[in-house]
């Protein structure tokens, strides 16, 4: 099975003054390509930073990340700017979408930083996930004309647009009542399963943990349990 990151022992500790708080402690594992992974646990519990660590928002402090087989130790800035635009794709909770952009515009952005230059090729790509994601005919839509729950289907558009190693989603339900969180969840399974994107979650909602297919429960920055979810058992 191929693997779309690897942790190996990795550490990240803050600084609070001169008080080291140590947030990650030791985690190694594997996600596998295609993977349907939840990262649960109390506030505190590091799942937060280790979200930011697979996103290399953030680096560790000791231990080695990779990503689609390529280290990210040692990259600089700039080198990880651009390997966050090409291989990583968020979901927040808040959307995160511009404003005075279109549900289009706002799901082609990340093709401008990809360097795709071909206006045709974007339009193309860009009409044919909002259809993925039920928005046909809402191309033309800004942020505003939209519910929350098209905005979050908009925000998995844009996330899955460049065909990412990882979709990283940070509580994307935070902010959804709880049928349209189901429908958000049911979109992603479908998303997860039909392009076999890797999805990872950062969640304290058990509607995420009952989709996820494989549940990590951190607490105190280490990895508690790792096995199935109950996905497992819902026919996807």
């Not at 191929?2 to 996600?31: F, H, Q």
């Not at 930011?52 to 560790?60: A, I, M, R, S």
């Not at 404003?99 to 930083?113: C, G, I, K, Q, S």
Request: charged share 25%; proline share 5%; hydrophobic share 40%.
């Amino acid at each position: 099975m191929a693997v779309s990151a690897r942790l190996a022992e990795v550490e990240k500790t803050y600084m609070v003054g001169s008080i080291e708080v140590p947030a990650i402690r030791g985690i190694s594992m594997e996600i596998e390509s295609g993977d349907f992974l939840a990262l649960a646990g109390p506030s505190g519990s590091g799942k937060t930073t280790l979200l930011n660590l697979l996103g290399v928002l953030d680096t560790p402090t000791v231990g080695n990340i990779e990503i689609g087989g390529q280290s990210t130790g040692g990259m600089s800035p700039k080198t990880l700017a651009d390997f966050r635009n090409t291989h990583l794709g968020f979901i927040f909770q808040t959307f995160n979408l511009i404003p005075v952009l279109t549900a289009h515009e706002n799901v082609e952005f990340p093709l401008h930083l990809k360097g795709i230059t071909d206006r045709v090729e974007r339009s193309q790509k860009v009409e044919e996930i909002l259809e993925d994601v039920g928005l046909a005919g809402l191309s033309d839509r800004r942020p505003n004309e939209l519910s929350g729950g098209q905005q979050q289907r908009v925000a998995v558009a844009r996330a899955l647009i460049k065909e990412p190693t990882l979709v990283l989603a940070d509580e994307p339900t935070a902010n959804l009542d709880s049928a349209t969180a189901e429908e958000i969840m049911d979109l992603m399974k479908e998303m997860n399963k039909k392009k076999g994107t890797t999805f990872v979650f950062s969640t304290h909602d058990p509607l995420v943990m009952k989709h996820a297919r494989r549940l990590v429960l951190l607490r105190d920055g280490r990895v508690e349990s790792d096995g199935p979810g109950e996905g497992n058992g819902r026919g996807t």
